[in-house]
Each structure stands twice: as structure tokens, then as C-alpha cells.
């Protein structure tokens, strides 16, 4: 008879802890939570220092870099199941810039509870939303019109600004250098890229994960495809990167400029 009321009360006591477990994982990964993207710029394998750092890329040239300054947007997410999450294509539009420390810390809010193992994003603004007019653009028309990334709104934004001044083994005096992407007359020069997580960004509502991200500025121009600034410059002029067909190879080297470094659940 005790054996037999022992038995119950064990039994019942270990029915109790499995629902209770299973209520808790099932309350842990419901609602909705937030994520940060942190941009941090880097040259190689240093933090990217404006104006005074000199850094060098393979073929001996050497940039002093001024700006780097881009735009991140149509972000999405996947969840380890496949699921992807798209964020707001309205609010899905940020600028970057390493000049301004408070633009690099991307809050995306009222993210589903889950976890993320990947993540998409654009370099730029997508045809779509510009084909939507200059009304058509919410606030972000006025914080890049403020940031000098639009030439003019029948030019389009500028999607990647990067610059400052080079030197060669040949040319010693300082040249400047700019390197900008956008539409041009032969192509749009729009592009994504998908990044995969060490670990799982864990979004809870009492978790906000922080998805460390580098974007390697010496991969814009050493990257897949290797661009020379002596090889594009002219005389007095420096290198004016900004048309033709070298901003499609701009462009792919720009959609593998980016990698994560970590991620915080904390």
C-alpha cells in the first residue's frame, strides 16, 4: 500500500516537472523580441582609424580612408528551421557611418521569439523602393540627403561612399581617391549578401542578442576582383571611382566585405 502511494506521488511529481518544462521552453520562445546589428569597420585585420591610419593593400598601394559611409537595408532573418523573418520593408532602411559612432548600432524591433542563425541584408537602396518616388521614401530621404548619399533625386542615392587619399610605389605625393556606388546609366549596382551566425541569435523578451558584424573596408577594393587606384586615376585628378562598368566590380566586392565576428545572448 505505501509502495503503491509513494509510487503515485513519484509519478506525479515527475509529470509536473516535465509539463512545467515543457510550458517554460514553450513561453521561452514565444512573443516578440528585439535584435542589434553593430557595424564595426575595419581595414584587414585592424579597427579602421579615419584620416590618420595609413593601410596598405597588396599591391603596395596605401590609403589614408576619410569616410566610409553606406546604406544597409531589406534586412532578414532565418531561423535554424528555415524560417525567415523579413523586417519592415518600410523601416528597413539605415545608414552607416564610421564617422558617427550612433549610426552603427542597428535596433530592429518586435523580432518573433526564436533562434536566428542567419542573416540577409542589401548594400543600398533596392530599384523597387526608389521607383517609388522621392514621396515614396519615408524619413530616410531626409537622413541621406543630410549625410550627402543622394546625388539628386532623378540621380539616385549613393549606395557605398568611400574616401580619402592613396599613395604607390610610384606616385609618392598623396592622391585623393572616391570610390561611390549607386544607379548609373548601365546598371543599378544593388546587392545583398547573407551572413551565417557562429551561433544562434537567440531573440527572447528578455533577450536582446548583439550580431557583431565587420565590414572590411580593404575588401571594396581587394576582395574577389583586385582594383587598382593608380590604375584608375589621372593625373591631378586622383581616382574618381563613380561610373562604368568597374562599379559592377565594386559591387561584388562589397557583397563579401562583410562577416560576423560574434554574437552576444546576454
Given at each position: ?8 506521488i513519484?509519478?506525479s511529481l515527475?509529470?509536473?516537472t ?5 510550458s ?6 514565444s512573443?516578440t523580441g ?6 564595426d569597420?575595419v581595414f584587414g ?8 591610419q595609413p ?5 603596395g598601394?596605401?590609403?589614408r580612408?576619410n ?8 534586412i532578414?532573418?532565418?531561423?535554424a ?11 528597413s532602411y539605415?545608414l552607416?557611418?564610421?564617422s558617427?559612432?550612433q ?6 524591433e518586435?523580432?518573433?521569439?526564436g533562434?536566428?542563425v542567419?542573416?540577409?541584408f542589401g548594400?543600398g ?9 522621392a514621396?515614396?521614401?519615408g524619413n530616410?530621404l ?10 539628386s ?8 561612399v ?6 604607390t ?7 585623393i581617391f572616391?570610390?561611390?556606388?549607386g ?13 551565417t551566425l557562429p ?5 527572447r ?13 580593404k ?6 576582383i583586385?582594383i587598382?587606384?593608380e590604375?584608375?586615376s589621372?593625373?591631378g ?7 562604368g562598368?568597374?562599379?559592377?566590380e565594386v559591387?561584388?566586392n562589397?557583397s563579401?566585405?562583410?562577416q560576423v ?6
Open positions: 500500500m505505501n509502495f503503491l502511494y509513494n509510487y503515485r513519484v509519478f515527475f509529470l509536473i516535465i509539463l512545467s518544462s515543457c517554460s521552453s514553450e513561453d521561452a520562445v512573443g528585439k535584435l542589434n546589428l553593430e557595424f569597420q585585420g585592424s579597427d579602421l582609424i579615419l584620416r590618420t593601410n596598405t593593400l597588396s599591391n598601394e596605401v590609403l580612408v569616410d566610409l559611409k553606406y546604406i544597409v537595408s531589406n532578414r532573418l532565418t531561423k528551421d528555415g524560417t525567415v523573418f523579413t523586417y519592415p520593408k518600410a523601416d539605415f552607416i557611418d564610421e558617427n559612432v549610426t552603427q548600432l542597428v535596433t530592429l518586435n523580432i518573433p521569439a533562434d536566428y542567419s542573416v540577409t548594400i537602396v533596392d530599384q523597387e523602393q526608389f521607383n517609388l518616388g514621396a515614396g521614401q530616410f531626409a537622413v541621406a540627403e543630410a549625410a550627402s548619399m543622394l546625388w533625386w532623378s540621380a539616385g542615392y549613393k549606395f557605398l568611400y574616401e580619402g587619399t592613396f599613395t610605389p610610384t606616385v609618392t605625393d598623396a592622391e572616391m570610390v561611390h556606388t544607379r548609373t546609366g548601365i546598371a543599378y549596382n544593388y546587392t545583398e549578401t547573407t551572413l551561433e544562434a541569435a537567440t531573440v523578451t528578455s533577450v536582446t542578442p548583439q550580431v557583431h558584424i565587420f565590414a572590411d573596408a575588401r571594396i577594393l581587394e576582395g574577389p583586385t587598382s587606384l590604375e584608375n589621372a593625373t585628378l586622383g581616382a574618381m571611382i563613380m561610373g562598368a568597374i562599379l559592377g559591387t561584388t562589397v563579401q566585405a562583410f565576428n560574434h554574437v552576444h545572448n546576454d
